[in-house]
């Protein structure tokens, strides 16, 4: 691959951005403010003295706690650096990517601003790259702001994922989006005491329906926090996709092992030797994630390719997991295994005719296949085997 053009700019990029002419060509974010983040987008063309320079941001919001996180400029028109950084940032949130415009893109941020300054929070690094879109910012007035929370949150379309959605921001302590979801007058804040707890499993049970329209659901929460697991029974209250009514009804701890039980399902994996050598897996690695949001890891004895669906229709269910995101896991070990795993005979088929229609299909050879009551693959991962049929003996004569 022959290396990108480089130009050497006075100042650099702060100072282009600063004293030069700057159009914004298109600007998204992504509507997934009901999971608790929100990743931005801005890409700009900047007029200096003798070229018109491509500029592109990228920014990534934690709603609930670290607010605006991390930041990323690039300059220039590198695809497969863009491209990169898109997929890093955006691949794991099962995203739509929603156009919007100069105020809305510097309101969202300005926001966020004005929230880590509450909290004493930093910004990210990069400042003078993105000051201009901060100072001094946009106000969104009330009518703004909510057109900007009904993009970036999406449409609820079901009683199911009005509950999913609103418990999980009660628990995570973000009231603006639980209010956001509700209608009427009661306490969002309930469950001040799980501060930073994750939402990782619910039940959703019909109670009654009122003359009304009404209908109240209990709910079965298995939240995690610090490390401490506990079951907690609400009754939400939905009339017109809409939360107008909660109250806490129970509580009570369970240990790790109970947890991991509820959360157990199963997991099917298919097991390949890998014909390559290393430098030629490495230059065509990119074919393992052909048509997925993927995000890859560095492991200790490999790298993790997590393979997300493309949109968070997992929250819209009776039975919400949080794990339910994930459509498929590559795990490329270091020895010269491939080892694929999904946790549905449909997915794990899809991910196996993926590999087929690859150029990487005639190096790659299937030795087995299992069915796994509950998830095994981590445990590999946290292994100190190099082989994954030896880790399954290893477990099996335990």
């Given at each position: 691959?022959?290396?990108?053009?480089?130009?050497?700019?006075?100042?650099?990029?702060?100072y282009?951005?600063?004293?030069?002419?700057?159009?914004?060509?298109?600007?998204?974010?992504?509507?997934?403010r009901?999971?608790?983040v929100?990743?931005?987008?801005?890409h700009?063309?900047i007029?200096?003295?003798?070229?018109?320079?491509d500029?592109?941001?990228f920014?990534?919001?934690?709603?609930?706690?670290?607010?605006?996180?991390?930041?990323?400029?690039?300059?220039?028109?590198?695809r497969?650096?863009?491209?990169?950084?898109?997929?890093?940032?955006?691949g794991?949130?099962?995203?739509?990517?929603?156009?919007?415009?100069?105020?809305?893109?510097?309101?969202?941020?300005?926001?966020?601003?004005?929230?880590?300054?509450?909290?004493?929070?930093?910004?990210?690094?990069?400042?003078?790259?993105?000051?201009?879109?901060?100072?001094?910012g946009?106000?969104?007035?009330p009518?703004?702001h909510?057109?900007?929370?009904?993009?970036?949150?999406?449409?609820?379309?079901?009683?199911?994922?009005?509950?999913?959605?609103?418990?999980?921001?009660?628990?995570g302590?973000?009231?603006?989006?639980?209010?956001?979801?509700?209608?009427?007058?009661?306490?969002l804040?309930i469950?001040?005491?799980?501060?930073?707890?994750?939402?990782?499993?619910?039940?959703?049970?019909?109670?009654?329906?009122?003359?009304d329209?009404?209908?109240?659901?209990?709910?079965?929460?298995?939240?995690?926090?610090?490390?401490?697991?506990?079951?907690?029974?609400?009754?939400?209250?939905?009339?017109?996709?809409?939360?107008?009514g909660?109250?806490?009804?129970?509580?009570?701890?369970?240990?790790?092992?109970?947890?991991?039980?509820m959360?157990?399902?199963?997991?099917?994996?298919?097991v390949?030797?890998?014909?390559?050598?290393?430098?030629?897996?490495?230059?065509?690695?990119?074919?393992?994630?052909i048509?997925?949001?993927t995000?890859?890891?560095?492991?200790?004895?490999?790298?993790?390719?997590?393979?997300?669906?493309?949109?968070?229709?997992?929250?819209?269910?009776?039975?919400?997991?949080?794990?339910?995101d994930?459509?498929?896991?590559?795990?490329?070990?270091?020895?010269g295994?491939?080892?694929?795993?999904?946790?549905?005979?449909?997915?794990?088929?899809?991910?196996?005719?993926?590999?087929?229609v690859?150029?990487l299909?005639p190096?790659?050879?299937?030795?087995?296949?299992?069915e796994?009551?509950?998830?095994?693959?981590?445990?590999?991962?946290?292994?100190?085997?190099?082989?994954?049929?030896?880790f399954?003996?290893?477990i099996?004569?335990?």
């Amino acid at each position: 691959m022959s290396k990108p053009k480089l130009t050497v700019i006075e100042g650099g990029v702060p100072y282009l951005v600063k004293n030069r002419q700057k159009l914004l060509v298109s600007a998204y974010v992504t509507n997934t403010r009901l999971m608790g983040v929100l990743a931005l987008y801005a890409h700009w063309r900047i007029s200096d003295t003798d070229e018109i320079l491509d500029f592109h941001q990228f920014f990534y919001i934690d709603c609930e706690e670290s607010g605006l996180e991390t930041y990323t400029g690039i300059l220039g028109s590198d695809r497969s650096e863009i491209d990169a950084t898109e997929q890093a940032l955006v691949g794991g949130l099962g995203a739509e990517k929603i156009e919007i415009t100069y105020p809305q893109l510097s309101g969202i941020l300005t926001f966020y601003r004005m929230f880590n300054e509450a909290r004493s929070l930093p910004l990210p690094n990069g400042y003078s790259e993105y000051s201009f879109l901060l100072e001094p910012g946009t106000i969104l007035n009330p009518d703004e702001h909510t057109e900007v929370m009904r993009l970036i949150c999406g449409e609820i379309t079901s009683d199911y994922q009005a509950v999913n959605y609103f418990l999980m921001r009660c628990f995570g302590q973000d009231h603006r989006a639980a209010a956001f979801l509700s209608a009427g007058d009661f306490d969002l804040d309930i469950y001040l005491n799980y501060k930073g707890a994750t939402f990782c499993k619910n039940t959703i049970d019909k109670d009654h329906v009122y003359d009304d329209g009404a209908t109240a659901y209990l709910c079965e929460s298995l939240v995690e926090r610090r490390g401490n697991y506990e079951i907690i029974i609400s009754r939400v209250v939905v009339k017109d996709l809409k939360i107008v009514g909660l109250s806490h009804c129970s509580g009570f701890a369970v240990s790790a092992a109970e947890a991991a039980m509820m959360l157990a399902k199963a997991e099917f994996v298919t097991v390949y030797e890998v014909l390559l050598s290393d430098e030629d897996m490495e230059n065509n690695i990119g074919e393992l994630t052909i048509n997925l949001n993927t995000i890859m890891s560095v492991q200790e004895n490999g790298r993790l390719f997590m393979a997300f669906k493309k949109n968070n229709d997992h929250v819209n269910s009776r039975i919400f997991r949080l794990s339910n995101d994930v459509k498929g896991i590559y795990y490329l070990t270091d020895y010269g295994q491939l080892i694929v795993a999904a946790y549905t005979l449909q997915e794990i088929r899809h991910l196996e005719n993926q590999l087929k229609v690859s150029p990487l299909a005639p190096f790659l050879i299937p030795t087995a296949k299992y069915e796994f009551k509950e998830p095994v693959l981590f445990e590999f991962m946290q292994s100190d085997f190099e082989d994954f049929d030896d880790f399954l003996n290893f477990i099996r004569d335990e």
